[in-house]
């Protein structure tokens, strides 16, 4: 569980997380749907990044809470963040429910999606894939 206050988002136990927003959270240059969505995500990778432990949910998450995409726990783009999610889970041969730390889910990320060229398949339908794939292939020449 989480809470947002005026210090932040402080973590009670694990944080749920949808699985294509740990591919989100690397790549995440302060762009967004909107302004507020933005210093929620900023906000929100600040508690992942501190040690948290996340479960992975094929519903809305910490990172939903703050967007104006969804609609009463529900993503306008249901259909597509699922089908995301589901080819994530696929990639890193996790599954919704399981419980880790969000550094491990991270790195799975990075090695199963991110440096095998995964990228382009699992996040095809998302607005945002061009601006992602142009820091994944900044990241491989890292
Ligand atoms: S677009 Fe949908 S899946 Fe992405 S952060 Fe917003 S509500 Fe969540």
Not at 100 to 106: Q, V
Request: proline content about 1%; glycine content about 8%; aromatic content about 6%.
């Amino acid at each position: 569980m989480i809470r947002i206050g005026t210090e932040g988002i402080q973590m009670e136990g694990s944080m749920t997380v949808r699985p294509h927003h740990a591919l989100c959270a690397r790549f995440f240059v302060g762009k967004g749907y909107s302004e507020a969505f933005v210093q929620h995500m900023y906000a929100t990778l600040r508690a992942l990044n501190d040690g948290a432990v996340v479960t992975l949910t094929d519903g809305c998450d910490a990172i939903c809470a703050g967007c104006p995409n969804n609609r009463g726990g529900i993503c306008e783009h249901d259909e597509k963040v699922r089908a995301i999610d589901r080819r994530s889970l696929c990639e890193t041969g996790l599954a919704f429910g399981q419980t880790l730390s969000w550094r491990d889910l991270s790195a799975l990320m990075r090695e199963r999606i991110v440096l095998r060229d995964a990228l382009k398949t699992v996040c095809r339908d998302c607005e945002w894939i061009a601006l992602c794939e142009s820091r994944r292939e900044a990241e491989k020449e890292r």
